[in-house]
């Protein structure tokens, strides 16, 4: 059982983040998102999901995650933020976690750019 109510009170966290890539760039998009999935597969404990998609003319991504707890996202971030840097670079990026955050990790995205979206809704 996951989400609110979960074990311990613990909460499955989900993470969106939408790029449209610079001219050029999709093909580095692809290369460094094999090396975070190696990292991933490699190192994280809690990650439970990690999937980028493309559309069709390969000019935009989504790479949906999805975590045990705020605790697996945070080691993940600290597994991949030397390629996250780049990752970004190669064209314009909005994210979005969705979840209820520990104070950790609303810390930790404070003035990061990443949007926090707290349950109200689910069936």
């Given at each position: 059982i996951t989400g609110p109510g979960g074990p311990n009170g613990?909460?499955?966290?989900?993470?969106?983040?939408r790029f449209t890539f610079h001219e050029g760039k999709v093909e580095e998009f692809k290369r460094l998102c094999a090396q975070v999935v190696d990292v991933v597969r490699a190192k994280d404990n809690g990650t439970l999901e990690y999937a980028i998609y493309l559309n069709d003319d390969q000019t935009e991504g989504v790479v949906y995650e999805r975590y045990e707890d705020s605790e697996a996202v945070v080691e993940h971030a600290t597994h991949v933020g030397d390629l996250m840097e780049a990752i970004f670079a190669t064209g314009s990026v909005s994210s979005e976690l969705l979840g209820t955050p520990s104070a950790e990790l609303t810390a930790a995205t404070a003035g990061s750019g990443v949007s926090l979206f707290r349950p109200f809704l689910s069936m």
């Amino acid at each position: 059982i996951t989400g609110p109510g979960g074990p311990n009170g613990m909460s499955e966290i989900q993470g969106v983040a939408r790029f449209t890539f610079h001219e050029g760039k999709v093909e580095e998009f692809k290369r460094l998102c094999a090396q975070v999935v190696d990292v991933v597969r490699a190192k994280d404990n809690g990650t439970l999901e990690y999937a980028i998609y493309l559309n069709d003319d390969q000019t935009e991504g989504v790479v949906y995650e999805r975590y045990e707890d705020s605790e697996a996202v945070v080691e993940h971030a600290t597994h991949v933020g030397d390629l996250m840097e780049a990752i970004f670079a190669t064209g314009s990026v909005s994210s979005e976690l969705l979840g209820t955050p520990s104070a950790e990790l609303t810390a930790a995205t404070a003035g990061s750019g990443v949007s926090l979206f707290r349950p109200f809704l689910s069936m």
